[in-house]
């Protein structure tokens, strides 16, 4: 009986090269082989298998391979000990210095240098999770998943392996050969490359800085879509909107709900609800009558147009067209154009321009205002230049020629230089401020002089053709040279006004 006995024994030791378990299941983890097998039952009453040298398991299409395990048949749970290795279809390979699986929830935990592959990327960390009832890989204390060039860190972090696609949360980094990103949640497609980010994030490349809340980058295609919160730091610009669509190759960016774009050289901000941004031209282009406003020294200047366009090239203009508002505290306008350069600091108004100063309306076919130290310097009004003031009531003094040049001092209209074809019209006034007649001159060339609004002075270069006519005897056609139209409606009063 002894010899019988001893005979057995032998037998399973010779078979364990390439031991199977024949009373296994599919839901069980089957030993395939081990060097060397051992039967006992620890403290608890549970029967264990102890297996030692080149252990082999199986679960479905799941292998598993160490140096050494434990398991407990009744309950189905295995621990494997040193070069731990699984293997889980065709893609998927673990690996790690220790590793517990439970075969009944065919839940794995690797610990000490763990790691998940697949054909697509690779997750480190120091415990592992997979979970191959649902396909997924994941750490909870601070891991690392690399892809092509792209590596990405978290605090913790669930990769699907079914659909490619990671969930990293709590302090997650990207590193990139082209850009490196900090959120505070992030979903990764290691198949499409594809970013998708919550909560507070940092983009970072050697042009620019992208911060938002929300939003989505594909790396393969450098394109981006950010939400509510974004700002692009792209000096001297700052871009911020609500809903931008960014490709990063092409320096082309689409804003769609409100934005807010800010030059610092130029000192001019455009604000709007739909623009497109051109990171290579430094240049904005907004509709939907954006609002830009320019700092010019120590005064600003607001516009708005149905369109308008700032750029940071040589030039350093703006322009805006068409239905042209302007306010400055010492120039309003309408237009159907405008340009602005910065270089000259000339702006120039086409197609119906009218400007007002003070009680003053002027208007020609173009006009140009030069502007100096953040005030109006001089105004040229070419073809059709007409400058009418206010008197009282339907009084109104009245110059007009093929051209007229305004001399500002201090922000007022102080003196004019009416060329060709030159007219003019003003109301006397006896000792006590009552009009007592309009006088009307004509000559080639004249210079007029204006005190506070007024015309005081009449210098005339050529000779000239000079009526007075008593108020009383003045028809209603003598009150206006031919052409006059005042706009006085139409003049903004406030930036709130265009």
Same mark, same amino acid.
């Given at each position: 009986?002894?010899?019988?006995?001893?005979?057995?024994f032998?037998f399973?030791?010779a078979?364990?090269?390439?031991q199977?378990?024949t009373?296994?299941?599919?839901?069980?983890v089957?030993?395939?082989?081990?060097d060397?097998?051992?039967?006992?039952?620890?403290?608890?009453?549970?029967?264990?298998?102890?297996?030692?040298?080149?252990?082999?398991?199986?679960?479905?299409?799941?292998?598993?391979?160490?140096?050494?395990?434990f398991?407990?048949?009744?309950?189905?749970?295995v621990?494997m000990?040193?070069r731990?290795?699984?293997?889980?279809?065709?893609n998927?390979?673990?690996? %790690?210095?220790?590793?517990?699986?439970?075969?009944?929830?065919?839940?794995?935990?690797?610990?000490?240098?763990?790691?998940?592959?697949?054909?697509?990327m690779?997750?480190?960390?120091?415990t592992?999770?997979?979970?191959?009832?649902?396909?997924?890989?994941?750490?909870?204390n601070?891991g690392?998943?690399?892809t092509?060039?792209t590596?990405?860190?978290?605090?913790?972090?669930?990769?699907?392996t079914?659909?490619?696609?990671?969930?990293?949360?709590?302090?997650?980094h990207?590193?990139?050969?082209?850009?490196?990103?900090?959120?505070d949640t992030?979903?990764?497609?290691t198949?499409?490359?594809?970013?998708?980010f919550?909560?507070?994030?940092?983009?970072?490349?050697?042009?620019?800085?992208i911060?938002?809340?929300?939003?989505t980058?594909?790396?393969?295609?450098?394109?981006?879509?950010?939400?509510?919160?974004?700002t /692009?730091?792209?000096e001297?610009?700052?871009?911020?909107?609500d809903?931008?669509?960014?490709?990063?190759q092409?320096?082309?960016g689409?804003?769609?709900?409100?934005?807010?774009?800010?030059d610092k050289?130029?000192?001019?901000?455009?604000?709007g609800?739909?623009?497109?941004y051109?990171?290579?031209?430094?240049?904005?282009?907004?509709?939907?009558?954006?609002?830009?406003?320019?700092?010019?020294?120590?005064d600003t200047?607001?516009?708005?147009?149905?369109?308008?366009?700032?750029?940071?090239?040589f030039?350093k203009?703006?322009q805006?067209?068409?239905n042209?508002?302007?306010?400055?505290t010492?120039?309003?306008?309408?237009a159907?154009?405008?340009?602005?350069?910065?270089?000259?600091?000339?702006?120039?108004l086409?197609?119906?321009?009218i400007?007002w100063n003070?009680?003053?309306?002027?208007?020609?076919?173009?006009?140009?205002?030069?502007?100096?130290n953040?005030?109006?310097?001089?105004?040229?009004?070419?073809?059709?230049?007409?400058?009418?003031?206010?008197?009282?009531?339907?009084?109104?003094?009245?110059?007009k020629?093929?051209?007229?040049t305004g001399?500002?001092?201090?922000?007022?209209?102080d003196?004019?230089?009416?060329?060709?074809?030159?007219?003019?019209?003003?109301?006397?006034?006896?000792?006590?401020?009552?009009?007592?007649?309009?006088?009307?001159?004509?000559?080639?060339n004249?210079?007029?002089?204006?005190?506070?609004?007024k /015309?005081?002075?009449i210098?005339?270069?050529?000779?000239?053709? %000079?009526?007075?006519?008593?108020?009383?005897?003045?028809?209603?056609?003598?009150?206006?040279?031919?052409?006059?139209?005042a706009n006085?409606?139409?003049?903004p009063?406030?930036?709130?006004?265009?």
């Open positions: 009986m002894k010899n019988l006995i001893l005979l057995f032998i399973i030791w078979k364990a090269i390439s199977t378990d009373t296994s299941s599919t839901k069980e089957r030993i395939i082989h081990a060397k097998l051992q039967f006992y039952t620890d403290a608890q009453g549970n029967a264990i298998r102890k297996m030692v040298g080149n252990v082999q398991l199986q679960q479905d299409s799941t292998y598993m391979y160490c140096d050494s395990a398991l407990k048949k009744e309950e189905n749970v621990d000990y040193s731990v290795r699984i293997t889980d279809g065709q998927i390979t673990a690996t %790690a210095d220790k590793l517990n699986y439970n075969g009944n929830e065919k839940m794995a935990k690797l610990i000490g240098k763990a790691k998940l592959t697949d054909s697509e690779q997750i480190k960390s120091e592992l999770y997979y979970d191959r009832a649902n396909s997924i890989g994941y750490y909870l601070g690392v998943l690399t092509d060039e590596v990405l860190t978290s605090k913790k972090a669930y990769y699907h079914n659909t490619s696609e990671a969930f990293f949360n709590e302090k997650v990207i590193d990139d050969p082209e850009y490196s990103l900090d959120s992030l979903m990764f497609n198949q499409t490359k594809v970013s998708t919550y909560g507070n994030t940092s983009i970072y490349n050697t042009e620019s800085t911060l938002c809340n929300n939003g980058y594909d790396t393969q295609r450098q394109i981006a879509t950010f939400g509510y919160g974004t /692009i730091l792209n001297p610009q700052i871009l911020k909107a809903s931008l669509y960014y490709e990063k092409n320096g082309y689409k804003a769609m709900r409100a934005f807010d774009w800010y050289e130029m000192k001019v901000s455009v604000i609800t739909d623009a497109e051109f990171e290579n031209e430094s240049k904005i282009i907004a509709i939907n009558r954006p609002l830009l406003v320019s700092e010019i020294d120590e200047l607001f516009l708005r147009g149905d369109t308008v366009i700032a750029i940071n090239d030039t203009r703006f805006a067209f068409p042209v508002r302007v306010f400055k010492d120039l309003q306008a309408v159907d154009s405008l340009y602005y350069s910065q270089n000259d600091s000339m702006m120039r086409y197609e119906n321009p400007l003070e009680e003053s309306e002027m208007k020609g076919d173009t006009v140009m205002v030069q502007i100096a953040s005030k109006v310097e001089n105004i040229f009004f070419i073809d059709k230049a007409f400058i009418l003031t206010q008197s009282q009531g339907k009084l109104f003094d009245q110059v020629g093929k051209k007229i001399y500002f001092a201090d922000s007022k209209l003196k004019m230089l009416v060329e060709r074809n030159a007219e003019s019209l003003y109301f006397g006034k006896n000792d006590d401020g009552a009009f007592i007649g309009g006088n009307q001159s004509k000559s080639v004249m210079w007029i002089y204006v005190v506070e609004s /015309i005081k002075k210098v005339f270069l050529d000779k000239p053709e %000079a009526v007075f006519t008593p108020i009383t005897k003045m028809t209603e056609s003598m009150f206006y040279l031919k052409d006059f139209k006085f409606e139409l003049r009063i406030s930036k709130e006004d265009l």
